[in-house]
């Protein structure tokens, strides 16, 4: 069978979302990583983003983001027809398989979506962020996490990536035949949930200023 011919099937639909979606995981935990930069004073963090941007690590990276994230939505808006339709003769099961899932994964998809829009109008663009200044990275994060409502914000966005990641990480692995394991899953999302938490709640309560 060829590239096509493979995407038409399901498996090879799952199969587009499995790896878009593990490219979409590297980038989030090296970003969580990067964020923790944050405990050791303004200049590590300040001099992380200006390395990024030194290497010339920031464009190939936006572009290889908006790639994974275009064939993930369209993959995931597929099988959701696809299997709408097969349902279509049996009516009765519609809310029985696989609802709960489908449709928090669905919910948490465009929770992230819009907080990343947020987040980019905030920390990137800076228009959103009380500071403000491209660049100034340990200043903007400070002055946004003063406001119990920023906290809020990231800390709901954040818990919506982990759920996404549990579900999605156990779904990717059992498509590419590893395990069905749930623990890897669960455990990966705890880890990138405490560490992107760590920065707001660290700043709101003045370890970091
Ligand atoms: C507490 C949590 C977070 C903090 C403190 C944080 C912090 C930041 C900062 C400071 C920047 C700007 C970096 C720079 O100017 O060089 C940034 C950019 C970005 N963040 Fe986050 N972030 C958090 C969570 C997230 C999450 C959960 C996601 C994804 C779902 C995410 C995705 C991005 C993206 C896509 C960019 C744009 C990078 C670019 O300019 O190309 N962030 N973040």
Redesign the pocket.
């Known amino acids: 069978m060829d590239t096509i011919g493979l995407y038409r099937t399901t498996v090879g639909k799952k199969v587009v979302m499995a790896v878009t979606g593990a490219g979409l995981l590297l ?2 935990v090296v ?1 969580m990583l990067g ?1 923790l930069t944050v405990f050791s004073g303004p200049d590590a963090i300040n001099g992380y ?1 200006h390395w ?2 030194e290497i010339g690590a ?1 464009w190939p ?2 572009v290889a ?1 908006l790639a994974c994230v275009t064939l993930h939505f369209v993959a995931a808006y597929q099988l959701t027809a696809k299997a709408r339709k097969a349902r279509g003769r049996y009516e009765h099961r519609r809310r029985v398989q696989g609802s709960y899932a489908a449709r928090t994964m669905r919910w948490g998809g465009v929770i ?1 979506a819009l ?2 829009v947020y ?2 109008l905030d ?2 663009v800076g228009w959103l962020n009380p500071n403000g200044i ?2 100034e ?1 340990h200043a ?2 400070v002055a946004d996490f003063q406001h119990w409502y920023v906290v809020l914000a ?1 800390a709901i ?2 818990l919506a ?1 982990g759920f996404h990641i549990r579900h999605g990480v156990w779904s990717a692995i059992q498509t590419l035949g590893v395990t069905t394991s749930r623990v890897i899953g669960l455990g990966v999302a705890v880890a990138i949930c405490a560490g ?2 760590s ?2 709640f660290a700043v709101f309560t003045g370890l970091v200023s």
């Open positions: 980038y989030v970003h964020n983003g990024l941007r920031v990276t936006r983001l992230i907080f990343v987040h980019l920390l990137t491209p660049g990275i903007n994060v990231y966005a954040v990536l992107f938490l920065v707001p």
